[in-house]
């Protein structure tokens, strides 16, 4: 199976390289395929032929999202329909990632995908304009959200608090947002998932939205003190967690206070579960750890 991957150096994309059982990955950088151009896009699609794309590339600063919108939906919200007709032409199917942030967090249970999308920022709107370009696309896809990514490869939550910990004592973190840290390891086996299923059921869960997130579920505060104990008891960095509310962490963009996903139909439908958050984030701390030391 030949299989595109855009956004070459992304947490997932570099996962998957890593997780890949045998399939041919041609990682495209956004020199070879520019999710802001069109043309790009389309060149790239038409050069390669794949079986199947992996739309992992996206625009994931969601502050700076606020003040570069048109950027953001070119590449979160035009981009994936573009990538899905390129797709449609040659015969080929899509695999695309969206997010949390397409809900506003006003539920009191995990979000399951037929629940009702109200994004609270930019980041998630032009998402959710993705989700909607890709499924009128005309391609054969599926729509896989995630959340709160995390990974030994570049910028996320657990390394910045790595990083703190080796600076200062105390760190104040939001504890009124909720959710589920994901690996994006436990991701690409995950999307792998989808790929052996549909070699062996073509149709199924083609043309769905589906939840991949971690078992379990914690606040921001929560990830950072288990970061810590892992960190500690591995000889690295730690430092005291102060729990503010997220109105003393003032932000650009708006975030839900509950973002946990409901992940069932995901493992109903491809018969992978994420593991426990905690579980994974162990090895991921160790690994960072263990760069740092290099
Ligand atoms: N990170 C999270 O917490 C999170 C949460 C929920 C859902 N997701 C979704 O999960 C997916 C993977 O996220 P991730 O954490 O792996 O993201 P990431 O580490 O930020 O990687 C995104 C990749 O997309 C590339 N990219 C950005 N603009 C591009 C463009 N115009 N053309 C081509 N490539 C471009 C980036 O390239 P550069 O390196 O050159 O910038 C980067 O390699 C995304 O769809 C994201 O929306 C992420």
Redesign the pocket.
């Known amino acids: 199976m030949k299989i595109l991957v855009?956004?070459?150096?992304?947490?997932?994309?570099?996962?998957l390289a890593e997780r890949n059982p045998g399939h041919e990955l041609i990682f495209?950088?956004?020199a070879e395929?520019?999710?802001?151009?069109p043309a790009?896009m389309e060149r790239a699609v038409a050069n390669v032929r794949p079986d199947l794309i992996l739309?992992?590339?996206?625009?994931?600063?969601?502050d700076r999202a606020e003040s570069e919108p048109d950027?953001a939906m070119?590449?979160?919200g035009t981009?994936p329909g573009l990538i899905g007709a390129a797709a449609a032409r040659i015969g080929a199917r899509v695999i695309?990632?969206?997010?949390?942030?397409v809900f506003d967090g006003t539920l009191d249970r995990p979000w399951r995908e037929d629940d009702p999308v109200a994004p609270l920022g930019v980041?998630g709107r032009t998402?959710l304009a993705?989700e909607e370009a890709l499924a009128r696309s005309g391609a054969l896809y599926a729509t896989v959200?995630?959340?709160?990514?995390?990974?030994p490869?570049?910028?996320?939550?657990v390394k910045t608090m790595l990083r703190l910990a080796a600076e200062r004592d105390e760190v104040r973190v939001v504890c009124d947002q909720h959710g589920c840290p994901?690996s994006?390891l436990d991701?690409a086996d995950g999307l792998f998932a989808v790929v052996k299923t549909w070699r062996n059921d073509p149709d199924c869960g083609a043309g769905e939205v589906f939840h991949l997130a971690a078992s379990g579920e914690t606040a921001w505060d929560g990830l950072a003190r288990e970061t810590f104990t892992a960190s500690e008891r591995l000889g690295g960095p730690s430092a005291r967690v102060r729990s503010i509310p997220a109105s003393e962490y003032p932000t650009p963009a708006r975030r839900p206070a509950n973002s946990r996903l409901d992940s069932t139909r995901f493992t109903a439908t491809f018969g992978y579960r994420a593991p426990d958050w905690r579980f994974s984030l162990v090895s991921v701390v160790e690994r960072l750890l263990g760069d740092r030391r290099c």
Request: no cysteine; net charge positive.
């Open positions: 855009t956004g070459r150096e992304g947490q997932v994309a570099r996962s495209t950088s956004r395929l520019d999710l802001a151009n790009s739309s992992v590339g996206a625009y994931t600063a969601v950027l070119a590449v979160n981009a695309h990632l969206s997010t949390d942030y980041y998402k993705g959200r995630t959340a709160w990514v995390y990974s490869f570049g910028n996320n939550f994901t994006a991701i």
